[in-house]
């Protein structure tokens, strides 16, 4: 008896260092971070206005990013929580469409022509389509990287960059996407939101600690975000990547609504809080009136 006893013991020593590993992942790696695209699709099923396999369409296309450019079929479904066959089905129909490739039927990829999908975005914001010239002249005269960005959900997504120098180990463009809570212009459009609202993003924000000066709680970040609101701007130092430091302005619509911002980023060791605040400020705080002008 005693023997058999052991033997269980031994059993459930394991299951539990099994099942560890998931418990080390930080929130944003974890798959349980936030629900699938399937959670959400079917929390929508009862809508009978509500295409569901348009949704799985546009879930299997962003499933793919800058560092799983080459998916299979089942990294696909681990990724939206889909079956294969619903998996294989929306991809050979994108692929049927000229929105993704394979060379072996295995690996799948996204072709350009899904570029088009965010141009029909970007070309109908008189932002994106007029900002450049603007961005442009005010970098030449900062010496320095500017760009413009909207919020979508918990991440902002770039729509004009003028790139004077490369700073950032990351390749930003139109179309980038970074996390709000700890980029300047994240923390501007956060500031913005009504309380309501905010109160609702922090709640879902997965916290990452991009860096030792990075901001992971929610409590941290709340008064942060008051003093942006209140001043006006924000400044991020190196909390999105070390040697990085960024300042934003809110861009305005005619009615006063905050509808984007624009920032400088510049080199930590060459750019200080304070020549930020003295230097760029005023000039970005220009450039946001301008900008602001495109949208009357």
Sequence with gaps: MPRPSSHKSAKSTKRPNRAAPPQTQSPADSPSASPT???????????????????????????FSQKKRQLTISQVSNKTGFSRAAVRRCLYTL???????SDDNRHFFLQPRV????HSYISSMPLATAAHPILERFSRMMHESCSIATLDGLDIVYVARANVTRIMAIDLGVGSRLPAFCTSMGRVLLANLPPDELEACLARIQFTRHTERTIVTADKLRPVLRMVLRNGYAIVDQELELGLRSMAVP?????GQVVAAVNVGAHAQRVSNQEMLNNFLPQLRAAAQELCMLLR
């Design 37 to 63: 695209p399937s959670v959400q699709i079917d929390a929508l099923t009862g809508d009978p206005d509500f295409m569901t396999s348009l949704a799985r369409g546009l879930a299997v296309i962003q499933a």
């Design 251 to 255: 861009i305005l619509s005619p009615s």
């Design 115 to 118: 570029l088009a999908l965010g």
């Design 95 to 101: 692929a049927k469409l000229g929105f993704a490739g």
